[in-house]
């Protein structure tokens, strides 16, 4: 599968805010029954499955070739600020990002998952996200090819770094 990985800076960025959410949120949670914990999600990496219908990845040879002119589309990568929601991907509520793709065959529509929660259901308190917020232009980042593990462990088979105006 198609990855974006941001460069280690603007994690760390992230991992700060994921942080301090998940302590205020389950310390202002931990008396509430039932109980929901949000815990780090892992890879910070932006999955980009509508993105790599317009390439052809099929060729092993041939990905690093094919990764550097996904790469040449690109022209721009907006993550917006966290906000909760129900991840149709993972099947719970999530603390996320939409991300937005700009390239020259049109936007692709993502997200990355900074937190994940315990629960399967929706309708969380909006007031609860005072932990830090950020909104931020990837300028540096990988796009890299990556195959599935295990459940959450996925492994980077190639990768390009990309350097935007």
Not at 4 to 23: C, G, S, Y
Not at 97 to 124: D, M, P, W
Request: with cysteine; aromatic share 10%.
């Amino acid at each position: 599968m198609l990855v974006l990985i941001p460069h280690q800076n603007q994690i760390a960025e992230m991992v700060k805010v994921q942080k301090d959410f998940i302590r205020k949120f389950n310390k202002a949670n931990s008396t509430k029954k039932p109980r929901m914990i949000f815990f780090q999600h892992t890879p910070m990496w932006i999955f980009l499955p509508d993105f790599d219908s317009h390439f052809s990845f099929d060729d092993e040879k041939n990905i690093k070739n094919q990764l550097k002119k996904a790469a040449e589309k690109i022209i721009e990568v907006e993550v917006a600020g966290p906000s909760l929601y129900f991840s149709k991907d993972l099947q719970k509520q999530v603390l996320g990002c939409q991300t937005t793709i700009k390239t020259e065959f049109g936007n692709c529509k993502s997200e990355l998952t900074v937190c994940a929660s315990t629960a399967s259901r929706s309708g969380l308190n909006e007031a609860v996200l005072e932990a830090g917020t950020f909104s931020l232009k990837l300028k540096v980042f990988r796009l890299a090819w990556a195959e599935k593990i295990q459940d959450s462990a996925w492994a980077v088979t190639e990768s390009v770094w990309k350097k935007t105006k």
